[in-house]
């Protein structure tokens, strides 16, 4: 092994990276690629890395996908982990606080810039902080000089300018506190109590990136400064721009918003080093929640060295992946093969924890009291792959999936998106950035020393050093598991024989011969379009539009006409069976498991579900492995399995999800919503317990009739076709089926759907924390009769988000974000709501409605003003730069292009229609639909809230 990794090593620098050729300009130098000089991988040459002399750092990658959009991003060395124990939550308060004014950006004006240059703002969505970094992100429609220049000049008023305005303080604690308030939920204590067992005393258990109440509460203006400026300074900044760029004009930029920026103070050290004891005796844990999860996290921290991004870590990761990924294969057919209580889980191992340690270990979720039968069977079956280790069948599933990975990878290279190119930057750390042509390339060299002996050396080499882990349990049981229990169970299970693993046969795919291949019988090309319909004798519909917006990438559709529509409300509960087990279920002479074995090294994936009007499937495919996915989905339309493993593991979890309803307030009120709107109609609201597990096999088929065999079916192929070659594959596959009808079915008698003659307001009690609340105002409107209304009321849903969320968050600090939305359907054409949603304190609901009250009637009473309707509109605008340059805009018109002809009128208006509406027409729209009372309103409030009362929607 030593001489082979050597060879190894020795290709490697061969492929040594270079800087770009062309010179950087003056006050700023070009650099060799963020950690270069630790590896001995080859760095992508095509991204542009540069210093500044005050030590900022930059990473530039000219990318032309989309076409127009540029991605910056700002990340700082500081997180959570750099932070005092009277300073736990600064780091994210200051995070917050650069939307609040800064020196040249008066407080409350930075997201309304944003918003006017076209950018949409969201509370998660332009910035974030971890343990160790902050990031704060923006996404710039288009490449012009003027809109990057500002967005820099935004980035350099967050790194050295916030005005940490005490008043504005103020006013932001209640945000961060309403953010506290709504993610500090039983998983969150889960989360916090699991950490303390696995990490204690480290910055992972002690300093949480939300902080505690206490500071957030009483932390001065002048102690959030003194942080920021402690570590917000240029040798801990990184910028990160890709998109389509002239990297010396963004240098250029870089050094006149940056290069003045000095700081004298000497640097700092490294924030995310942290001390754990390798040798602690076996311990357990548990944790108790009557809305928890069963599940168990066993987990042991070895002693370890620091693992530059070389060959060599590469080799045991790359080992240690297969090892993984195939004792996740056998806990899945196990689990399908036999009745047992485990619902999900696997194997853990990673490098790199404070630089100096490596975990291993394993997790699993089960059934409410199963926690000994998962402990178990999830140890029983790590030790066996110890001690017996893999099967070479097994080893070369694995190895042909990352084949096809690396293959794949490389081939779409010249289109990756610029936002995976941007957030692998952000997320490097310490190690190397690699173009994806070198990863296949150093991947053929590896791949003939990922042998099954090296594989079984290589796990058991790690995991028979876990011998004294700590176990977390989690569960619902009234009381807590004694820690001495868990580890008896863990004992007695370790102390079991296990038996060798019997390997399974391998088997062909069956279904490659449809009979002889379909005859075309018309051949058409929407011009303007650049669509091509094609129909086959026997019914079937092809549309393609060949595209160059992604390399090696075909998106496909498949629309059997029925879905939901054709269950109807009788049967509704059949489409949720369905939509889980159709596709698990297998197919006749292949089941699930195996189906995955045999596609195996293929971008194909098995998928066939049901959606509101028809049967069908999406998503996307190699070229090369086209005709296999058509064949799939062929073969599921007329042989399918129906296996009971499906359905067995279909009911296995449902106990548990429906005690679990009234876990959170979001989730209690979203199943009594449907329930109450829809005068509890089973097409729209959650079928009781007892319905679902009753629904089987035999009742599907019975529903389902000759519907796949006969209905109208149309097939759209989107992306880097070859033409010939698709219309050929469709032609072998469906278009050599039986004959289907011609017209679509008459489901008009089910479309007339009404809303609940039972309105006004609902508390709905929740199991959550009492400091929890969901709140969502409706008021009915009509379905999607008109494409500029539809698009009209969106945009003034956004318009009341703007006003809302400067009113309740902003100003009033009462909740962490609120949110309107209009939903228009263009199914049910009578249905459409538009709905305002939030959450907080259930102590803030009279200031929430009240303010709600107050802003829809200043809609209602008066046009909004221009800056707002600008502000909302931009965004949406400035989206259709590259709405037309990408292939998911493309499938969902070409879809239906022969079956919904108007779709396609709609896709040629939608930009133009959309320009055209105004504030006079929004204001119109408020007085149609908003000038009256909300017809419902929902109130998720802490069950003891409401308990002494009448739960109106228990």
Aim: overall charge negative; aromatic content about 8%; proline content about 5%.
């Amino acid at each position: 092994m030593k001489n082979a990794l050597r060879f190894i090593l020795g290709l490697a620098i061969v492929f040594g990276g270079s800087t770009n050729a062309l010179s950087a300009p003056s006050g700023a130098e070009r650099t060799q690629p963020w950690n270069a000089e630790t590896s001995d991988l080859e760095p992508d040459a095509s991204i542009i890395y540069g210093r500044l002399p005050n030590g900022l750092r930059y990473a530039i990658r000219p990318n032309h996908r989309p076409q127009n959009q540029v991605l910056v991003r700002m990340t700082i060395d500081f997180g959570s982990a750099g932070e005092a124990q009277d300073e736990q939550g600064l780091a994210h308060f200051i995070e917050h606080m650069a939307f609040n004014g800064s020196a040249n950006v008066p407080e409350g004006e930075m997201v309304k810039m944003l918003e006017r240059l076209g950018l949409s703002f969201g509370a998660d969505t332009n910035a974030s902080t971890g343990y160790t970094q902050t990031q704060y992100k923006l996404d710039l429609p288009r490449a012009a000089p003027r809109l990057i220049e500002r967005a820099l000049f935004l980035m350099r008023e967050t790194a050295r300018e916030i005005s940490f305005n005490p008043a504005a303080v103020d006013r932001e604690r209640g945000v961060i506190l309403a953010e506290k308030s709504a993610r500090e939920n039983f998983r969150f204590q889960s989360a916090r109590a699991a950490n303390n067992l696995f990490y204690p005393n480290t910055f992972y258990a002690t300093r949480y990136p939300i902080g505690t109440a206490e500071v957030i509460q009483t932390a001065s203006a002048e102690r959030m400064r003194a942080l920021y400026r402690k570590f917000y300074r240029p040798d801990r900044i990184k910028i990160i721009v890709v998109g389509p760029v002239d990297p010396v004009a963004i240098e250029r930029e870089l050094v006149a918003k940056f290069a003045d920026w000095r700081v004298d103070a000497p640097p700092l050290g490294a924030i995310d080093q942290c001390s754990l004891e390798t040798e602690r005796t076996l311990t357990a844990q548990s944790f108790v929640h009557s809305e928890i999860n069963e599940s168990i996290n066993v987990q042991q921290v070895l002693q370890d060295k620091k693992r530059p991004d070389t060959i060599e870590r590469a080799m045991v990761e790359l080992k240690m992946s297969i090892a993984n990924a195939i004792i996740s294969r056998r806990m899945a057919r196990r689990s399908r093969e036999e009745d047992m209580p485990f619902l999900g889980g696997g194997v853990n191992f990673n490098f790199g924890l404070c630089d100096q340690y490596a975990t291993i270990g394993y997790g699993v979720t089960g059934k409410d009291g199963s926690w000994r039968s998962l402990l178990a069977f999830t140890e029983q079956t790590v030790r066996q792959a110890v001690q017996y280790g893999f099967e070479e069948s097994e080893i070369a599933e694995q190895i042909k999936r990352l084949d096809a990975q690396y293959e794949n990878a490389a081939k779409d290279e010249g289109t990756e998106a610029s936002a995976a190119i941007a957030n692998a930057l952000v997320a490097l750390d310490e190690d190397v950035y690699n173009s994806d042509t070198y990863r296949q390339l150093l991947w053929r060299q590896i791949r003939p020393f990922m042998t099954k002996a090296a594989i079984n050396a290589e796990f058991a080499f790690w995991f028979r050093q876990m011998n004294r882990p700590q176990i977390f349990l989690t569960t619902k049981q009234s009381a807590a598991i004694p820690d001495d229990e868990i580890v008896a169970a863990y004992a007695a299970s370790r102390g079991t024989p296990i038996a060798a693993p019997t390997a399974r046969p391998t088997s062909r795919f069956a279904y490659t011969d449809f009979g002889p291949a379909g005859a075309v019988v018309a051949d058409n090309t929407i011009a303007d379009l650049g669509i091509r319909t094609i129909r086959f004798a026997n019914g079937v519909m092809l549309n393609l539009k060949k595209t160059d917006f992604e390399d090696n990438r075909i998106r496909y559709s498949l629309r059997i006409d029925g879905g939901q529509l054709h269950f109807g409300a009788q049967n509704a509960v059949l489409a949720s069976l369905m939509s889980s087990t159709y596709v698990s279920g297998g197919l006749e002479a292949h089941d699930i498991e195996d189906l995955r074995s045999i596609l195996a090294g293929t971008t194909v994936s098995p998928a066939f579900g049901v959606a509101d009007r028809f049967f069908g499937a999406a998503g996307a495919v190699a070229p090369a492995d086209l005709e296999r996915q058509l064949q799939i989905m062929a073969a599921y339309t007329t042989h399918p399995g129906y296996s009971e493993n499906a359905l067995r593991l279909f009911r296995r979890p449902l106990p548990e999800i429906y005690a679990r309803l009234k876990a959170t307030p979001a989730s209690a009120l979203a199943v009594a919503m449907s329930k109450i709107m829809t005068d509890d109609d089973p097409r729209f609201a959650l079928a009781p317990l007892e319905t679902i597990q009753a629904a089987d096999f035999a009742m599907l088929k019975t529903a389902l009739g000759d519907a796949l065999r006969q209905n109208r079916l149309e097939i759209a192929l989107v992306g880097d076709l070859d033409e010939d070659a698709a219309i050929a594959a469709v032609a072998r596959s469906f278009g050599a089926l039986p004959a289907r009808t011609d017209d679509g079915k008459d489901y008009s008698a089910q479309l007339q759907p009404g809303w609940s003659a039972k309105r006004g307001s609902f508390d709905i009690p929740h199991n959550g924390e009492a400091n929890q609340l969901a709140w969502r105002r409706i008021w009915t409107t009509t379905g999607d009769l008109d494409q500029k209304t539809t698009q009209s009321m969106d945009l003034l849903a956004r318009v009341v988000t703007l006003r809302l969320t400067d009113e309740l968050r902003e100003k009033l600090g009462a909740t962490y974000g609120v949110s309107a939305n209009s939903d228009m359907s263009n199914l049910y054409l009578q249905r459409g709501t538009f709905s305002i949603s939030t959450a907080g304190d259930p102590k803030d609901i009279a200031t929430i409605e009240t303010t709600v009250d107050q802003v829809i009637s200043a809609l209602v009473k008066s046009p909004v003003d221009p800056d707002l309707f600008e502000r909302a509109r931009k965004p949406v605008l400035e989206s259709y730069a590259d709405w037309k340059k990408q292939n998911n805009t493309w499938l969902g018109v070409a879809a239906e292009t022969q079956t919904n002809p108007d779709r396609l009128n709609r896709f040629r208006k939608s930009e133009s229609n959309f320009a055209s509406i105004t504030a006079q027409d929004l204001w119109q729209l408020a007085k149609q639909y908003l000038d009256k009372p909300a017809e419902f309103t929902f109130r998720a409030l802490p069950d003891e809230m409401i308990s002494g009362g009448a739960k109106s929607a228990e």
